[in-house]
């Protein structure tokens, strides 16, 4: 579905992404983890085109993508949720949900797709007149992932889902970010809450200082004694 082969980015003279290579089957959860500053954003920044490419390509649903513009790639089935949220502060639930949808063409059914939304976020449907930047941190967080979803990707990308979350919220988020992928959307998972990552993600890699260094089953990495040391304290 998704599939990176030698990617290279860099800011300047600094090569941030040094040749990696990976893929996402049609239906899987896969992880990227590591620590601050290994390449995870620039990854998924590269991969939306939100960030020129040096070298490499990226294949999605088996088109090339690797020179294609965010909008265009977007209505070709991929879509990012940023870290930190981005929602349109001064619009309203519903207006960033409609928001998300922009490129479609087929209206009759963008009615159903928010209804469907507001079934995994129910929440969203209580404030659907709310200006969303008054939602609360976790509040916003579904509000940019049901505003993806609008797009109708194929392919999800999710940088740091978890962040500034409390943990009942974060087990809230990725037991929906499950229920999304059950229902179809393959899903590329940043998230420096690694023990949560893996828990849920079919197949992961580790990325340190813009390489791949380790990658498996989301199960034989959290039972990992190299990943326990590293990433899930001990």
Same mark, same amino acid.
């Given at each position: 579905m998704l599939s990176v082969k030698d990617l290279k980015v860099s800011y300047g003279a600094i090569e941030a992404v040094k040749g990696i290579s990976f893929d996402i089957k049609d239906g899987e959860i896969v992880a990227l983890i590591g620590a601050n500053g290994a390449g995870?954003?620039?990854?998924?920044?590269?991969?939306?085109?939100?960030?020129?490419?040096?070298?490499?390509? %990226?294949?999605?649903?088996? /088109? *090339? @993508?690797? &020179?294609?513009?965010?909008?265009k790639i977007v209505s070709v089935g991929l879509a990012q949720v940023p870290e930190g949220r981005r929602i349109?502060?001064?619009?309203?639930?519903?207006?960033?949900l409609k928001l998300g949808a922009y490129l479609r063409k087929d209206t009759?059914?963008?009615?159903?797709?928010?209804?469907?939304?507001?079934e995994l976020f129910p929440i969203l449907e209580a404030r659907k007149t709310q200006l969303a930047?008054?939602?609360?941190?976790?509040?916003?967080?579904?509000?940019?992932?049901?505003?993806?979803?609008?797009?109708?990707?194929?392919?999800?990308?999710?940088?740091?889902?978890?962040m500034g979350l409390s943990p009942l919220l974060v087990?809230? %988020?990725?037991?929906?970010? /499950? *229920? @999304?992928? &059950?229902?179809?959307?393959?899903i590329l998972l940043v998230e420096q809450n690694a023990k949560m990552?893996?828990?849920?993600?079919?197949?992961?890699?580790?990325l340190e200082t813009g390489k791949i260094v380790l990658s498996g089953t989301g199960e034989e990495l959290i039972n990992s004694d190299e990943i326990r040391k590293a990433y899930l304290g001990g």
């Open positions: 995870k954003t620039t990854t998924l920044h590269a991969i939306s085109r939100l960030l020129d490419i040096k070298s490499g390509t %990226i294949m999605l649903d088996e /088109k *090339e @993508i690797s &020179k294609m513009a965010p909008e349109f502060a001064s619009q309203t639930v519903f207006e960033n009759v059914n963008i009615e159903n797709d928010i209804k469907h939304c507001y930047g008054t939602l609360s941190g976790g509040e916003q967080q579904m509000l940019a992932i049901a505003r993806a979803l609008m797009a109708k990707p194929k392919v999800l990308l999710l940088d740091e889902p978890s087990k809230e %988020i990725f037991s929906i970010i /499950k *229920e @999304i992928n &059950k229902s179809g959307t393959s990552a893996l828990s849920i993600a079919d197949r992961a890699y580790v």
